[in-house]
């Protein structure tokens, strides 16, 4: 396949759901899909090309805010409140080539989180999702993306799937819902996260909301967690943290050491990850800190059946 069809491939549109979608030729050699700019005003949506050519959303609010979100890997890459300031990080490390997931913001960890029997966090993240559809209410700007089982998912994992991520952006919040159906006629099994990289000082980040939750604490050895019960109200990251909290509450709070206060609701995402590499990292860990909405045990989806979480981060 030419690059070209790829790229063609990855703007497919369901024109009947996402009808002030239209294509232009503004970029030679790419089949692009856009909004007239009368359109971009009224919806607060707008297609565009990012980094290394790859498209991807923007989002603004009538409040000022913005969120971009890239169609490969579905990843959600920046979140800027109105005063400009960007409460996600996006590693340096990071590549937009599709060559590797991009390493920051949202990622998706789907049919897989963690390591396993297939590629490290599956294979969501690595993908090409498709616009969907389009709305704004209220000067809220939401979109939704689609990803479908194709040749690439099914040599790992053989089954039908439909993903819907729904993105819509506030002022002062951003709210995702995650819907997985299965397509297949056969159950599967499933586990994952939302592997969301908050911009941070990890030297004064902490969370609050977890105590006496079960932790599989993966420091110091992450392929052996050891079991435990988390006794402090506040949580920091005072060296290497990979850990997993079972049966976790549906909101958390993130102090992030940089005078920003974070609420981070959720509905059916039963667990929660805090990570940071530390000097494993060495060029970026004192700049974030992972705090994730997850779903470690598995999910069954007997055929026809949906599954659904949803994630809400917002600023006081």
């Known amino acids: 396949m030419t690059q070209t069809a790829m790229v063609s491939m990855a703007f497919s549109l369901n024109t009947v759901a996402f009808p002030n979608l239209r294509r232009s030729n503004r970029y030679p050699g790419m089949a692009f899909a856009s909004l007239s700019s009368k359109e971009s005003t009224?919806?607060?949506?707008?297609?565009?090309?990012?980094?290394?050519?790859?498209?991807?959303?923007?989002?603004?609010?009538?409040?000022?805010s913005e969120a971009e979100i890239y169609l490969f890997g579905g990843c959600i890459t920046s979140w800027k409140v109105a005063n400009g300031k960007d409460l996600l990080?996006?590693?340096?490390?990071?590549?937009?080539?599709?060559?590797?997931?991009?390493?920051?913001?949202?990622?998706h960890c789907f049919p897989q989180f963690g390591p396993g029997v297939i590629q490290q966090h599956g294979f969501a993240r690595n993908m090409d999702w498709s616009l969907f559809d389009s709305e704004n209410v209220d000067g809220n700007p939401a979109v939704t993306l689609e990803l479908k089982d194709e040749s690439y998912s099914r040599a790992m994992w053989d089954f039908s799937f439909h993903a819907l991520f729904k993105v819509t952006l506030n002022t002062k919040n951003l709210s995702t819902e995650l819907k997985v159906k299965n397509t297949d006629n056969k159950p599967f099994f499933f586990t994952s996260a939302l592997h969301t990289y908050f911009r941070a000082s990890v030297s004064g980040a902490t969370v609050k909301g977890l105590k006496g939750c079960k932790t599989l604490n993966k420091h110091p050895d992450p392929s052996n967690p050891v079991e435990g019960v988390e006794e402090r109200d506040v949580v920091n990251f005072p060296g290497f943290v990979d850990c997993v909290y079972l049966g976790a509450p549906n909101e958390l709070h993130l102090d992030n050491g940089l005078g920003d206060l974070i609420s981070i609701k959720n509905a059916n995402w039963s667990d929660a990850v805090l990570w940071n590499p530390y000097t494993q990292m060495e060029a970026c860990y004192r700049d974030f800190v992972c705090v994730e909405n997850a779903k470690i045990g598995s999910v069954k989806l007997e055929p026809d059946q949906t599954w659904t979480a949803v994630q809400h981060i917002s600023i006081a």
Do not use: M, Q
Not at 54 to 60: A, G, I, Y
Not at 89 to 107: L, T
């Open 89 to 107: 990080f996006v590693r340096p490390d990071a590549v937009f080539n599709k060559k590797k997931p991009i390493s920051g913001g949202i990622p």
């Open 42 to 64: 009224s919806l607060g949506v707008r297609v565009t090309e990012g980094e290394g050519n790859l498209p991807k959303v923007v989002l603004t609010s009538s409040g000022g």
